[in-house]
Nanobody
Framework: QVQLVESGGGLVQAGDSLRLSCAASGRTFSSYSMGWFRQAPGKEREFVVAISWGGGNTFYADSVKGRFTISRDNLRNRVFLQMNSLKPEDTAVYYC???????????????????WGQGTQVTVSS
């Protein structure tokens, strides 16, 4: 069992930066590939980025490539999402996700995730 708690969301202006954090419980965090998904009002939850359990592989959605950076700290059981050059279309609830030993993080989907956090709201004003 893994529990995920996100933090760091908020209201910012276009062009600003935010850093989301996801704290995971459990002693097997390093065995989980981690991802971030987001869901805007009236839209389906969409993949943003994922990182392999060892941190060596990452995959980004085209919409955030070059602006967002995922990282993880397996000693502190945390995963981070640094979001730069934020745009109004980035406005959504951001969810931390964990999937046990997914090797190909490019194929992580909302249907393959094992555990979800409760979400944190990110609002970008124009």
């Amino acid at each position: 069992q893994v529990q995920l708690v996100e933090s760091g969301g908020g209201l910012v202006q276009a062009g600003d930066s935010l850093r989301l954090s996801c704290a995971a419980s459990g002693r097997t965090f390093s065995s989980y590939s981690m991802g971030w998904f987001r869901q805007a009002p009236g839209k389906e939850r969409e993949f943003v980025v994922a990182i392999s359990w060892g941190g060596g592989n990452t995959f980004y959605a085209d919409s955030v490539k070059g602006r967002f950076t995922i990282s993880r700290d397996n000693l502190r059981n945390r995963v981070f999402l640094q979001m730069n050059s934020l745009k109004p279309e980035d406005t959504a609830v951001y969810y931390c996700a964990a999937e046990f030993r997914r090797t190909d993080v490019a194929t992580m989907t909302s249907g393959t995730v094992d555990y979800w956090g409760q979400g944190t709201q990110v609002t970008v004003s124009s």
